[in-house]
């Protein structure tokens, strides 16, 4: 019955797929806007450290916080206007964020995070409601993509705002979400006549029958181990992102320049692991093996700075493609272990929501960990713990040998539900 209900829909639409991976350059570049171009913010808007690191912590709260909200505006207003709200979030933020004072930088980072977290719950239900059958290498260009705009924005913002000025430069990157939004919205106005057409000449999907209603998410075991599974990936990352530059430049004597290329290589080889994890799934079918296999090369780099840490580059480009696969593995099992769309949608904003205010900590573990030792053992050890709860949690929650009905995705929704988006 699932094949049967999924004929004629393997044709891959492009413009919007080209839409989600626009939309994921926004995702993540304007959190990490604001790095660049620090210095000149608290000479210009006479703040302290403490307000700067607000306008990095605070959209990975709301990430946290948000997610439930984010949840019932996109059961209220569909999946595709969902995208748009996040987009027009964004970009209200990134303009309000570049004014100039210091409220309307906090204003604009909290509307940034709000916008943020509809995109990041909405996506992996657009992946599964509209890319069937590929539903797989989606979610790896969509999580490529996120890795992207970062490295993009860190790359290009300081450059950019020594021509225009710091303001200019980050509400230049308003821009990208213009074109985002053009792009996804025609795509939409396709996908709704392409809905409609089928429709007419009498070729669309006959409407499913309502889901029999199940247990709450909140008791799954499964979902609370797709939580606990982000959260310790997420955890990993933000904690290793706030302080590899300043573990290597204390530890190996680096320079600040130098130990801040360990942040580049980190980001960048996400989009190796990102491209790597559907490959293997598809091998080894089992999605619960490749997250340990993510898991083992994650250890690598605390385990590697404590053992060798002269061998940094190969630890940060490990974990590197380790970060960027375990995300892609625990996206691909939220559409894979999700039956329909509504449970999807549930299943995205637990795992997010939950992972995220414990991602929030993870900067913060990290430094109260090394200021009350003294040193970067500790903390590195906390970070292998981390990774030690995305193994066990994750494994027992991803899935085992996967299935064709579980390939596939949640159900597809008939042509009214297109339409509405």
Same mark, same amino acid.
């Given at each position: 019955?699932?094949?049967?209900?999924?004929?004629?829909?393997?044709?891959?639409?492009?413009?919007?797929?080209?839409?989600?991976?626009?939309?994921?350059?926004?995702?993540?570049?304007?959190?990490?806007?604001?790095?660049?171009?620090?210095?000149?913010?608290?000479?210009?808007?006479?703040?302290?450290?403490?307000?700067?690191?607000?306008?990095?912590?605070?959209?990975?709260?709301?990430?946290?916080?948000?997610?439930?909200?984010?949840?019932?505006?996109?059961?209220?207003?569909?999946?595709?206007?969902?995208?748009?709200?996040?987009l027009?979030?964004?970009?209200?933020?990134?303009?309000l964020?570049?004014?100039?004072?210091?409220?309307?930088?906090?204003?604009?980072?909290?509307?940034?995070?709000?916008?943020?977290?509809?995109?990041?719950?909405?996506?992996?239900?657009?992946?599964?409601?509209?890319?069937?059958?590929?539903t797989?290498? &989606?979610?790896?260009?969509?999580?490529?993509?996120?890795?992207?705009?970062?490295?993009?924005?860190?790359?290009?913002?300081?450059?950019?705002?020594?021509?225009?000025?710091?303001?200019a430069?980050?509400?230049?990157?308003?821009?990208?979400?213009?074109?985002?939004a053009?792009?996804?919205?025609?795509?939409?106005?396709?996908?709704?006549?392409?809905?409609?057409?089928?429709?007419?000449?009498?070729?669309?999907?006959?409407?499913?029958?309502?889901?029999?209603?199940?247990?709450?998410?909140?008791?799954?075991?499964?979902?609370?181990?797709?939580?606990?599974?982000?959260?310790?990936?997420?955890?990993?990352?933000y904690?290793?992102?706030?302080w590899?530059?300043?573990?290597?430049?204390?530890?190996?004597?680096?320079?600040?320049?130098?130990?801040?290329?360990?942040?580049?290589?980190?980001?960048?080889?996400?989009?190796?692991?990102?491209f790597? &994890?559907?490959?293997?799934?598809?091998?080894?079918?089992?999605?619960?093996?490749?997250?340990?296999?993510?898991?083992?090369?994650?250890?690598?780099?605390?385990?590697?700075?404590?053992?060798?840490?002269?061998?940094?580059?190969?630890?940060?480009?490990?974990?590197?493609?380790?970060?960027?696969?375990?995300?892609?593995?625990?996206?691909?099992?939220?559409?894979?272990?999700?039956?329909?769309?509504?449970?999807?949608?549930?299943?995205?904003?637990?795992?997010?929501?939950?992972?995220?205010?414990?991602?929030?900590?993870?900067?913060?573990?990290?430094?109260?960990?090394?200021?009350?030792?003294?040193?970067?053992?500790?903390?590195?050890?906390?970070?292998?713990?981390?990774?030690?709860?995305?193994?066990?949690?994750?494994?027992?929650?991803?899935?085992?040998?996967?299935?064709?009905?579980?390939?596939?995705?949640?159900?597809?929704?008939?042509?009214?539900?297109?339409?509405?988006?």
């Amino acid at each position: 019955m699932q094949r049967t209900r999924r004929a004629g829909t393997t044709a891959l639409p492009v413009l919007l797929l080209a839409g989600v991976l626009l939309v994921a350059l926004n995702l993540r570049g304007p959190l990490v806007a604001v790095a660049p171009v620090v210095d000149d913010l608290r000479r210009d808007l006479l703040v302290g450290a403490g307000t700067i690191g607000l306008l990095t912590s605070i959209p990975v709260l709301c990430f946290g916080l948000a997610a439930p909200l984010a949840s019932l505006l996109i059961a209220r207003s569909g999946v595709h206007r969902a995208v748009l709200v996040a987009l027009a979030g964004v970009l209200a933020g990134t303009v309000l964020r570049s004014l100039g004072s210091p409220a309307a930088a906090i204003a604009g980072t909290v509307v940034i995070g709000l916008g943020i977290t509809v995109g990041n719950v909405v996506v992996p239900v657009v992946i599964g409601r509209d890319f069937p059958g590929a539903t797989n290498i &989606v979610t790896a260009a969509y999580t490529a993509a996120l890795n992207v705009g970062a490295t993009l924005t860190s790359a290009l913002t300081a450059p950019l705002a020594d021509v225009v000025g710091w303001q200019a430069a980050l509400a230049a990157w308003g821009l990208l979400v213009v074109v985002a939004a053009a792009v996804w919205t025609t795509a939409l106005r396709r996908q709704v006549a392409r809905a409609a057409a089928a429709e007419a000449a009498g070729t669309a999907p006959a409407p499913l029958p309502p889901a029999a209603p199940g247990a709450s998410v909140w008791r799954s075991p499964v979902a609370w181990g797709l939580t606990l599974a982000f959260a310790g990936q997420a955890f990993s990352y933000y904690g290793a992102t706030a302080w590899l530059p300043t573990l290597l430049a204390d530890e190996n004597g680096l320079s600040r320049a130098t130990a801040g290329a360990s942040s580049s290589l980190f980001q960048v080889l996400a989009v190796v692991g990102a491209f790597s &994890v559907p490959a293997l799934v598809a091998w080894w079918k089992r999605p619960a093996l490749v997250l340990l296999a993510v898991t083992a090369l994650w250890a690598t780099l605390p385990v590697g700075l404590l053992v060798a840490p002269g061998l940094w580059p190969l630890w940060c480009c490990l974990a590197g493609a380790a970060q960027g696969g375990g995300i892609t593995v625990i996206f691909i099992a939220i559409v894979r272990r999700s039956p329909d769309l509504t449970r999807s949608r549930q299943l995205s904003a637990m795992v997010q929501g939950g992972g995220y205010v414990v991602a929030a900590t993870g900067p913060l573990v990290i430094g109260a960990v090394h200021d009350a030792t003294g040193g970067w053992t500790a903390p590195l050890l906390v970070i292998c713990g981390s990774v030690a709860v995305m193994a066990v949690a994750g494994a027992a929650s991803t899935g085992g040998r996967t299935e064709t009905a579980r390939e596939a995705g949640p159900a597809v929704a008939p042509a009214e539900e297109a339409r509405r988006g």
